[in-house]
């Protein structure tokens, strides 16, 4: 595919058309590739002057580049055909479309799946070997259901939805439209319930349901719990990372992102567009609010407000971690200089 065609299936296909670039070549391109490791023949990106380095070293035939004069002069002095956008990876990654789409399986329902007779299944529908829908289940249209899902009573599933091999869905979970549950992810098992007794644990029976709204993603072996009543709900368009652990009663806002190996106590309510870095813990009941952040491994104790940025454990503002963890190296020295201080004070 030569450069220009990319670059017109680019400008029929996204929002921003501020699209600038090279009309002097018009390259063969024949894949993509990290500016690192790319060859011959590939286009690949790059996102801001931090990576400017690479221009001169990489092998590509063609960039994209972000609005920035020095940049593009630098590109072009290497001699490679490039494109200049507003949000340079954005237009990478609706790049990789052009040259990548994933499996998608000629619906079919396959012989040695059980579905029982009450379930409602929608038109062009894909039902993989050995997947089991149980009583009560309704699923859309173009939903696509890998080999071994298990699926419980009375669950809902959006059109366009794909759950990906051996994850699984309990009882009466609602799961909306273009959702993604991907291997090993369970969705609406029961919450962590015990009421704690003289003679040992009371087990609460989970009564209530789990919910996903349209467009959430959820990666590999993340668990999302159903509460003892009410809901345990996950927002429009959320994106959650492998193994991450969302309590019963949580509510997650939209637009939210969740990475690997975040966990959620019981009642959390996270607002919208609220990231969670890898491996932040959040416990129970706290309330983080819209457009909030915490860095890797936060423990958030108590509530977060709207666009604050958090960091340690427990969590602090990110400018005041920052200060503290550059004192951090030097504690031993001040450690030094103290009982010095405090030996000569004693002379």
Not at 155 to 174: F, M, P, W, Y
Not at 262 to 274: D, E, H, K, P, S
Not at 309 to 334: N, T, W
Request: glycine residues 10%.
């Amino acid at each position: 595919m030569k450069f220009s065609e990319i670059i017109n299936q680019l400008n029929a296909n996204i929002a921003d058309h501020s699209l600038t670039q090279n009309p002097n070549q018009d390259p063969e391109i024949t894949g993509i590739a990290a500016i690192d490791e790319a060859t011959s023949g590939t286009l690949s990106y790059v996102e801001s002057a931090k990576f400017a380095s690479f221009i001169s070293q990489t092998n590509a035939s063609a960039l994209i580049v972000p609005v920035n004069e020095a940049i593009q002069a630098q590109v072009e002095a290497s001699g490679l055909a490039w494109i200049a956008a507003r949000e340079p990876r954005l237009l990478f990654a609706q790049t990789i479309a052009l040259f990548y789409q994933p499996y998608r399986p000629t619906p079919e329902i396959h012989p040695s799946a059980v579905i029982h007779p009450t379930a409602k299944i929608g038109n062009d529908v894909y039902i993989g070997p050995h997947a089991v829908i149980q009583p009560g289940v309704e699923i859309g249209n173009h939903v696509i259901i890998h080999p071994n899902v298990v699926i419980y009573a009375d669950v809902k599933i959006g059109d366009r939805t794909t759950l990906h091999a051996n994850c699984t869905i309990h009882e009466r979970s609602q799961i909306g439209a273009d959702c993604v549950i991907h291997s090993g992810a369970v969705i609406g098992a029961e919450g962590f319930g015990f009421v704690p007794t003289r003679t040992g644990w009371y087990k609460m029976e989970q009564s209530g349901y789990t919910v996903l709204e349209d467009g959430v993603e959820v990666g590999c072996n993340t668990a999302i719990d159903r509460p003892a009543v009410g809901e345990t709900r996950v927002g429009r368009n959320t994106k959650i990372d492998n193994l991450v652990q969302i309590g019963h009663g949580c509510h997650i806002g939209s637009g939210c992102a969740i990475a690997g190996q975040a966990g959620m106590a019981g009642g959390v309510t996270l607002g919208n567009r609220v990231i969670l870095a890898g491996q932040t813990g959040v416990a129970n009941q706290a309330k983080i609010g819209d457009g909030a952040i915490a860095s890797a491994q936060t423990g958030i104790a108590s509530d977060v407000a709207p666009g604050e940025i958090v960091s340690g454990s427990p969590a602090i503002p990110h400018k005041l971690y920052l200060k503290i963890a550059a004192i951090y190296s030097r504690l031993p020295d001040m450690y030094q200089a103290f009982r010095q201080s405090q030996r000569q004070s004693k002379e």
